[in-house]
């Protein structure tokens, strides 16, 4: 595994300037103890960085593989520079992990290009739920902090 000795969520806090910036989260609610870890992550992230929270947009979609739509709708009806996709996907016995993985994967990038605006991935697609609450607050740090830092450098970028 090649974050056994790393903890994603380490970045140099000398990031763009984020104020002003308005930025949607849209959170799978399957698997929600860990959806809500990456969330947590996210926004904390994102105001410590100096985003104002009354320029963040939480909505909830039910699984990930309604995170594309979710952040079509959100780009269609709100003034926003980017949308932080957030969403887990656990290893099954049958292969509907493999469909669900492809799907979200695909659409969230169909959706970032069609609207010139950073759409990032926050899904993470685990063996099991120990990896994935590893990494959303866990030992290996939390990927919500580093699809915050993707949505800030990436706006700047577009900036």
């Known amino acids: 595994m090649a974050t056994i000795h790393k903890n994603l969520s380490e970045y140099n806090s000398n990031l763009p ?11 799978a609610e399957w698997n929600g103890e860990i959806t809500e870890g990456l969330k947590k992550g ?8 100096g ?4 320029n963040i947009s939480i909505a909830y979609v ?6 594309p739509l979710g952040a079509q709708i959100i780009l269609e009806k709100k003034e926003v ?10 290893q099954g016995e049958t292969k509907h992990f493999d ?7 695909y659409g969230i990038q169909k959706v970032t290009l069609k609207y010139n605006k950073p759409v990032v991935f926050c899904v993470l697609t685990d063996d099991n739920i120990d990896q994935s609450r590893a990494r959303s607050g866990g030992k ?20």
């Not at 985003?51 to 009354?54: K, M, N, P």
């Open 62 to 67: 039910p699984g990930c593989f309604e995170l």
């Open 17 to 27: 300037n984020a104020e002003g910036m308005k930025i949607a989260l849209v959170v």
């Open 99 to 105: 469909y669900v993985c492809q799907g979200t994967t």
């Open 51 to 54: 985003v104002y929270e009354r």
């Open 140 to 159: 290996h740090g939390n990927k919500g902090t580093e699809a915050a830092v993707t949505a800030i450098k990436m706006i700047a970028l577009q900036k």
């Open 81 to 90: 520079d980017a949308v932080i996709c957030i969403g887990c996907v656990i």
């Open 42 to 49: 996210a926004l904390d992230t994102l105001i410590k960085q």
